[in-house]
């Protein structure tokens, strides 16, 4: 099982919006709406930032969304600022027998 | 206040066994919710998943691992462990214990996580 694809950077100024996005095949992306988001700043553990494709969990700021297409999600942060500023993974639940695969992750810069 | 520790050695040896364990508290692993699991991430690289496990004992893990993977639960102890056997320098990562949720289907709660180092 491959990693989901994902841009190895990507940037923005503050105020922009950026998307990022994670291309998986029909045996996971494409065949679950089980995709989740994970924001990781240098040295710390990753945070949940969507799941389910779309949803925002309690007490993350609605500048960040998430939506899927066929077989790509994608995660938009809108609004950028200085604190955006990290590593970015996705993750799709791909069935009984592999059950989770990551994205190969993208480090977001604000300019 | 769900919160996740990892504990054990951070240096091991080339063909040895790496073990790990995870303490949970202000939760319960017998919780029917949730599975309780294991991902990794090189230095400087993406995260891999590891497996997971239920109190009950059904597990599932990485096919890419599977052969030198095992993971346990031990409900009376809160805990949940991981072993890695005949490590190589490839198995040098850090290791996150992680809950993740059964309707939803995400890690929801993580440790903060242990650096292992395979090395003679």
């Known amino acids: 099982q491959s990693a989901l694809t994902q841009p190895a950077s990507v940037s923005g100024s503050p105020g922009q919006s950026i998307t990022i996005s994670c291309t998986g095949t029909?045996?996971?992306?494409?065949?679950?709406?089980?995709v989740s988001w994970y924001q990781q700043h240098p040295g710390k553990a990753p945070k949940l930032m969507i799941y389910?494709?779309?949803k925002r969990p309690s007490g993350v700021s609605n500048r960040f969304s998430g939506s899927k297409s066929g077989n790509t999600a994608s995660l938009t942060i809108s609004g950028l600022q200085a604190e955006d500023e990290a590593d970015y993974y996705c993750?799709?639940?791909?069935?009984?027998?592999?059950?989770?695969?990551f994205g190969t992750g993208t480090k977001v810069t604000v300019l | 206040q769900v919160q996740l520790q990892e504990s054990g050695p951070g240096l091991v040896k080339p063909s040895e066994t790496l073990s790990l364990t995870c303490t949970v508290s202000?939760?319960?692993?017998?919780?029917?919710?949730?599975?309780w699991s294991w991902i990794r991430q090189p230095p400087g690289q993406g995260l891999e998943w590891i497996g997971y496990?239920?109190?009950?004992?059904?597990?599932s893990y990485n096919p890419s691992l599977k052969s030198r993977v095992t993971i346990s639960v031990d409900t009376s102890k809160n805990q949940f462990s991981l072993k890695v056997s005949s490590v190589t320098a490839a198995d040098t990562a850090v290791y996150y214990c992680?809950?993740?949720?059964?309707?939803?289907?995400?890690?929801?709660?993580w440790g903060q996580g242990t650096l292992v180092t395979v090395s003679s």
């Open positions: 992680a809950r993740v949720d059964m309707a939803t289907v995400y890690f929801d709660y």
């Open positions: 993750c799709s639940y791909a069935g009984s027998r592999i059950s989770f695969v």
């Open positions: 496990i239920y109190y009950s004992g059904s597990i």
């Open positions: 202000g939760g319960s692993v017998s919780s029917g919710s949730y599975y």
């Open positions: 029909s045996s996971d992306v494409g065949s679950y709406n089980l």
């Open positions: 389910e494709g779309s």
